[in-house]
Structures are given as C-alpha cells and as structure tokens.
C-alpha cells in the first residue's frame, strides 16, 4: 500500500455518465444483436427509471412525494391485476397483516436448519417447525429426514435431482416430457444424461413407454423426477405404478431414486382419496412443493424433505458459517418460513382438505360450464388445472393472466378463485367467443390431440 494512501478520499463524480441509445443498439445484446431473433430485445420502455436525488430533496420532499405516488399507483395495479388472474397456480387469497411487523429485519437462514449458524437474526425455529408438518404428511419420522425452506419449487427439484445425482452419480434421469421446464434444466446443470419419457393424452407418464426405455439403459441406475401434477394438465404421475414398472424391469431399490415434484398439487394430493399416496413409506428419496402455490405466500419459496441418509454424501461443512452447506442456494429467504408457519398454524391439515374439496368442486364447475357453452374442456380426474381451447385474442389472455401453449390454455382453480369469478370469467368469453366466430369466417381450433377426441368439441370432433 502506498504511503500516500488516504482511506476517506472518495471519487468526486460518482454518477456514471448514462449510456447512449446508440450503444445500446450496437453492444447491447454483445454479440451484434443476433440473440434479438432467439430471445427478442429487452424492453425499457415501460421501466421506472431510478433517478439520482436533487440536491435539496430532503428540504423539499419531492422525491419522497413522487415515489409515493409511484407506489400508490402501482399498489391499484396490482389489486386490479389479482382481481384478473386465473391461468397461474398461486393463491393470492391471505392476509398476512399481523407479520407486517417483521419487515424491519434482515432474516437470513443462510446454512443448515438444523445447524445454528453464528448468524443471530434467522428463523430456524419456525424452518424447523414447518419441516415437521410436512415431514408428518409425507409420513417420514423427524429423526430419518432432512430438509429446508427454499427460494421456490424449482430449487426443490434442483435440490432433489441433485441428490439424486449424487447417490447415483452415473445414474440416468428419467421425466416425463410433460415435467416442469426446470427438470430439463437441472440435466442441463449437472450434464446428466436425460431420457423423456412419453405421455398418455391426460399428461399422465406413460409406464409402457417407461419400461422401454429402462430396459434399453439397465446397466445404469435410474433417477426419477415424478410429477405430483404437471404444470399444464395438472396430471399426476402414477408412483405407484412407476414403482411397480422398475421391480418388473428387475431394478432393485439400491439401483434407483425418485424425486417427486409436488410443486404444484404436492399439498393438495395428500387430501384426495383416490390420489397415489406420496409417502416415505414407499421408496421416494426426496419431495418438494411450492409454497406460494397452493398454500399462498407473499414471496416465492417452497419446501424440499429428503432422506437424511443422503444429504450427508451432499454436504460440506463450512467454517466461514459454522454450519453446514447442504443447500442450492447461499443466504435464505428467513421471512419466507414465518410466513409458511403462519398460515399452517391459522389452517391445518383440516383446512387445507376443505380448501382442497372447493377447488376440485370450483374445478369441475367450470369444465362443466365451458362445455356446456361448448367449449372443448378437460380436467383430470385428481386435478384443479380446466385445460381449454386457447382464447383467439391474446388480449383477452393476458387480461385474465391465462396460461397458453400451442391450442390450450388452463386456469387453475386456487382457493381464491371463486365461483363468482368464474362466472364473470365464462359471461366474457362467451360474449367474446360469438364475435371471434359468430359469422363463421374463424372456427374454434381443434384440441384433439392436445386434449384427446372425446374432451375436442370442434367442428369435427362434437
Ligand atoms: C410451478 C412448478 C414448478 C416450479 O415451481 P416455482 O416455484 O415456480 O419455481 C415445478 N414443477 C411444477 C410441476 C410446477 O407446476
């Protein structure tokens, strides 16, 4: 260090001079702009640009007046877009007011749940506590899991897969094609071999072409990510019959590992009587949910529980923590289980089976009622996803925030969708329906093979 060394000497100008547009064209993208055909330009133009104070800000209180405006406008935004919003599995209906106190702390989980870190301000006691309940219902005893609050159902598959991997490190994974995007992904990460495995009309995996495909690969050991509800039918994987179709393969229980992703319906099956059980007690290595999905929560997190028997061939103690990193992620969202163990405590497994019951009621209302308009519709047996022929105007899409691909669309009956919604909901498509083809010249598009004949109401197919 030089001796000239002034430690409280600072830059004169800190404000970086802003970028020009033309710059932006030519290096925005950092390689000439080719990637605008794959991934289109990020757009600016609807951004709320962070300005620098004015020098008498604090006198005048400009600033603060205008940011409060920003956000009282944004906060009539947001009611009127939650009011609107169907396609997404998130329940919006909680009120969280009495946590509102916590706000002003910085809570950090960072490390192992079950490791107090010599960071203070966490809430493993409410981690902990909400790792046992849902230990309780996937039916493994405290002593033999172990688990954590995560970012979102994606970290859990990431979690699970990953697990999974290094159990079997030269094990092959095995989803079906209907798996959530972020199962390709974590194949993509690790550089595992991946198989897809085909899917029945419903979105269900298809076990036939299961035991294929096992047979074709039997000198390696498999991994499995099983869907407790897809992303787009809302089908749930048989596991049982996953199980049964590797004993038949003549895969032994030391040659595999399932990982269920729940993230969608994994608090939701447990209370449906004719559902596939997802318990330890079966030979699952790991679970994971969503818990701003089903349960709702003002922040994306979720919920991963495996076997503590694997996590030790994960994990990596870590002096800087002294805990122990077993996770995907470093710092942890704390808020996110105090939130999850409120709502637990206020519902229970008793309320949260009602709420279950009214979805599927809601859910099977609305299939009934699109049909009944004639609307091609389906809804899986164990399911609260309505899969329909995708609305003609991408406005009217966006406007009830439904969830498209190819010819169908869905919307997920969450606890906050009520029957009135619905109702408001069908009234506008109908209406709108008899513009787009009430002369004729435009036919509702054909979902036979998205959805099978029998649920296709096109001209063809009723
Ligand atoms: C939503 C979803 C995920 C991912 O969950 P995020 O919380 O959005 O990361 C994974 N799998 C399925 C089936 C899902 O529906």
């Known amino acids: ?18 970028i020009a547009q033309s710059d932006l064209e030519s290096n925005g993208t950092g390689d000439g702009g080719k990637r605008e055909l794959v991934l289109g330009r990020n757009v600016h133009t609807s951004c709320l640009a962070v300005t620098e ?42 009120d969280y007011g009495a946590l509102a106190q916590l706000h002003h702390f910085s809570i950090n989980n960072l490390g192992d749940p079950f490791i107090e870190s010599n960071y203070g301000v966490h809430s493993r006691q409410f981690e902990v506590g909400v790792l046992d309940w849902f ?33 079997f490190p030269d094990g092959i994974l095995y989803a079906s094609r209907e798996s959530h995007y972020s199962v390709f992904k974590a194949a993509r990460m690790y550089r595992m071999d991946c198989i897809k495995v085909d899917t029945h ?17 039997k000198d390696k050991p498999a991994i499995f990510n099983i869907n407790i509800g897809t992303t787009v039918k809302g089908a749930v994987d048989d ?40 318990s330890f007690k079966k030979p699952i290595g790991s679970v994971s949910v969503s818990g701003h999905k089903f ?27 002294a805990s122990r990193d077993a ?18 405590n206020r519902k229970g497994y008793k309320g949260f089976q009602k709420e279950v019951q009214k979805c599927l009621r809601n859910a099977h209302y609305l299939k009934d009622r699109l049909r009944d308009a004639g609307i091609s519709a389906m809804l899986n047996e164990l399911s609260s996803t309505v899969v329909f022929e995708r609305p003609m105007d ?34 506008e498509l109908v209406e709108k329906r008899s513009t787009w083809y009430g002369d004729g010249k435009q036919v509702p598009p054909c979902v036979a093979r998205d959805i099978g004949s029998d649920s296709c109401l096109c001209g063809q197919h009723k």
């Open 1 to 18: 260090m030089s001796t000239e060394f002034d430690p409280t000497a600072i830059l004169s100008e800190p404000v970086p001079t802003p």
């Open 53 to 94: 104070p004015d020098a008498n800000d604090d006198i005048t209180g400009d600033k603060d007046a205008y940011m409060a405006g920003v956000l009282a406008r944004y906060r009539k935004t947001l009611l009127e877009r939650t009011k609107h919003h169907l396609g997404y599995p998130y329940n919006l209906d909680f």
């Open 135 to 167: 230990a309780r219902l996937w039916e493994i005893e405290k002593d033999d899991y172990w688990g954590y609050i995560t970012n979102c159902g994606t970290e859990g598959n990431l979690h699970g897969i990953l697990v999974g991997r290094e159990v």
């Open 201 to 217: 009309v419903s979105g269900e995996i298809d076990c036939a072409d299961l035991k294929v495909k096992l047979l074709a690969n």
């Open 239 to 278: 596991l049982d019959q996953v199980i049964q179709t590797l004993e038949e393969c003549g895969i032994t229980q030391d040659r595999f590992y399932i990982h269920c992703d729940g993230a969608l319906f994994g608090l939701m099956m447990p209370f449906v009587k004719r559902a596939p059980k997802v």
């Open 295 to 321: 349960v709702g929560c003002p922040m994306p997190c979720g919920v991963q529980i495996t076997r503590l028997q694997h996590i030790n061939a994960l994990s990596r103690n870590v002096e800087y923590l």
């Open 327 to 344: 996770t995907i992620m470093g710092s942890r969202n704390g808020h996110a289980p105090i939130f999850l163990w409120y709502t637990l």
């Open 394 to 427: 991408e406005e009217f899409v966006r406007r009830w925030q439904l969830a498209c691909e190819g010819n169908i669309a869905h919307v997920v009956v969450m606890p906050n969708v009520t029957i009135d919604k619905l109702e408001s909901f069908l009234e």
